[in-house]
């Protein structure tokens, strides 16, 4: 699955899951300060995401995650393992 293709998947989560516009979901933004996401609210993504690629996340490995881009990555690397 590409970048794209995963940031395209995200946007409908967090249009879906956290009522927020797709248009500000790119990869810079900022999980927290932009998107208003709170610890509960990333609990609810990492589900999501482990629903997306069929893995299961390590709570360590979705810890420094901060970006739409550090969640793509983690995306990434969960379907690569």
């Known amino acids: 699955m590409s970048d794209d293709e995963i940031l395209g998947k995200l946007k409908t989560i967090f249009a879906d899951t956290f009522e927020i516009n797709p248009e500000l979901v790119k990869m ?5 300060e932009e998107l208003d996401l709170d610890s509960i609210d990333a609990v609810d993504l990492a589900i999501k995401l482990q629903a997306m690629t069929g893995k299961r996340i390590k709570p ?3 810890k420094n995650v901060r970006t739409v881009g550090d969640v793509v990555g983690a995306a990434q690397t969960l379907l690569a393992a």
């Open 28 to 32: 810079e933004a900022h999980l927290f």
């Open 60 to 62: 360590e490995d979705f």
